[in-house]
Each structure stands twice: as structure tokens, then as C-alpha cells.
């Protein structure tokens, strides 16, 4: 590889790395920030699940898996989060799969934009795990939430040509991220908490509501994060074209001064 090939990957690297930063550590204020409480336990959702999503979509999905993998073992080596106790092994191993639905929401949600159709086996290994499960089987309804993302997913090309609006496209994505979170989130606490049938029934009424607003604010991140770049690329833009503006205006000045300094030369010699 030549020494200018490599200059210009780190130039190019150097925004994605300084962008990574950035998200890494909004994500995690907004994971300190709740909203909503996890019916059967003692957790609560955070602003964390609306932003997370959209970070794999802007640094691509899998680098922004590792921004948001990597941010919570950051938490754990400075205390900012509070690692399970390994004496009790499911909250021990719950602990580090707190973000697992963020970041395979944030993969769908990457990847929804490209019609990737392969996204449909994450609802459905998470419904046939579900009713792989003694208590899943007794609320085996509570999996049809899940067939939303997978139908989404399916029917991207129809969903794009009935939705012409580019906003109720990116909502309808954010629908099927946010019901893949609450698949594979389901399938953890359930298997790792084994949450009773009774919560999962009263939940249903809850989720919905939850569900719709959670997609609300992964377009909301999105179109912002989206307007935030447009209006940091216009700034960049137009310093480049005062600096250029700037440039070229000293270099008239210099070449009427020595125009002005030749000529006045001239004249001394005629003289």
C-alpha cells in the first residue's frame, strides 16, 4: 500500500473515530435516563433504546455494535455501570447482555435501509425460542409482536411504493427495530429472569404503547442526527469557501502589488 493510500485512510478513519466518540458517550447519558418500567422486573427502559438503534445506521451496523458493545464495558472498568454479581450467575450474565437488543435493533435498523431480507431470522429464532420455553408456551401469543419486524422486513419494497413519504418510511423501519429490541430483550429475560406467564399478559397492552413511542424517538434521533451532519457539512463547506475566497484575494493583492512595483520600476528606468 503507498504512503499517500494510507494518509488518506486515516484522514477518512478520523471523523468515523471522532463520531464513535461522540455517540459512545451520548449513548451512554441516555442510558442513565429512563422512562419506561420492565413489567416482572426491576429494570426500566432508557432513552438509551431510542438513540442506540441509529448510531449502527450512521457508522454502518456492525462498527456500531462494537461503539455501543465497547461503551459498556467502558461503564463497567470506570463504575459508570454496575456489573451483576457473579454469585448470582443470571443477573451476572444479564448485566452484559443489557445492550444485546439495543445492538441487534440498531443491526436491523442499519440494515432495513438496504432491504436486507436476511433480517427476518432474528424475529423469528426469537419466536421459536420463545415457544421453546415451558412459560413462553403458556403465553405463546405474546410472539405475534414479532412477526411485525419480520413482515416489515419482508415487505420493504411494498412498504416503501405504499408510503411514498420518506418520514413514515423511516418509521415504519424504526417499528420493526424496536419490536426486534423487544424480541431478543423478551427471549433474555425469559430465559435469564424467567418472568412469569401473568406479566407477560399484562404487559401486552403496555407494549404496544411502549413500542410505538420507542419508535418515535429512534426516527426522532435519526432525522436529527441526519439534519445535525447536513448543517456541520454546510459549515464545513462554506469555511472552506471563505478560507478559499480569503486565499485568493490576498494573491490579487500581491499580484497587483508587484504589477504596481513593476511599473513604477519601469518608470524610473525611462526616467
Known amino acids: 500500500m503507498k ?3 494510507r494518509k488518506l485512510k486515516v484522514v477518512l478513519l478520523l471523523p468515523k473515530i471522532l463520531f464513535s466518540v461522540l455517540f459512545a458517550a451520548l449513548f451512554m447519558v441516555l442510558t442513565k435516563i429512563k422512562f419506561w418500567p420492565i413489567f416482572g422486573t426491576e429494570s426500566s427502559f432508557s432513552f438509551g433504546v431510542m438513540f442506540g438503534p441509529v448510531i449502527s ?3 454502518n451496523a456492525y462498527w456500531g455494535t462494537s461503539v455501543i458493545m465497547l461503551s459498556r464495558v467502558i461503564g463497567f472498568a470506570t463504575g459508570y455501570y454496575k456489573m451483576g454479581d457473579i454469585s448470582n450467575l443470571p443477573k451476572f450474565v444479564m448485566s452484559w447482555l443489557t445492550f444485546l ?4 435493533g440498531g443491526i436491523y435498523f442499519s440494515k432495513m435501509f438496504k432491504g436486507d431480507r436476511r433480517l427476518i431470522v432474528i424475529p423469528t429464532l426469537s419466536i421459536l425460542l420463545f415457544l421453546l420455553h415451558p412459560i413462553g408456551r403458556e403465553v405463546w401469543f405474546c410472539s405475534f409482536f414479532w412477526t411485525i419486524p419480520l413482515l416489515i422486513a419482508f415487505l420493504k419494497p411494498s412498504i416503501d411504493r405504499l408510503l411514498k413519504n420518506h418520514l413514515a418510511q423511516v418509521y415504519a ?3 420493526g ?5 423487544h424480541a431478543v ?3 433474555t429475560y425469559l430465559y435469564f429472569m424467567n418472568i412469569p406467564a401473568e406479566f407477560w399478559i399484562q404487559a401486552i397492552p403496555f407494549t404496544i404503547v411502549e413500542r410505538l413511542i420507542i419508535a418515535a424517538g429512534i ?3 435519526y432525522f436529527a442526527i441526519k439534519l445535525s451532519i447536513m448543517v456541520m457539512q454546510r459549515v464545513s463547506a462554506l469555511t472552506v469557501l471563505m478560507e478559499t475566497s480569503k486565499q485568493t484575494a490576498e494573491k490579487e493583492k500581491t499580484m497587483e502589488v508587484k504589477v504596481k512595483e513593476k511599473g513604477e520600476r519601469k518608470r524610473s528606468e525611462d526616467a
Open 219 to 221: 426516527s426522532f434521533f
Open 3 to 5: 504512503i499517500g493510500d
Open 185 to 187: 430483550g423478551s427471549i
Open 173 to 175: 423501519y424504526s417499528l
Open 101 to 104: 437488543p439495543i445492538m441487534m
Open 57 to 59: 445506521r450512521f457508522l
Open 177 to 181: 427495530s424496536a419490536f426486534t429490541d
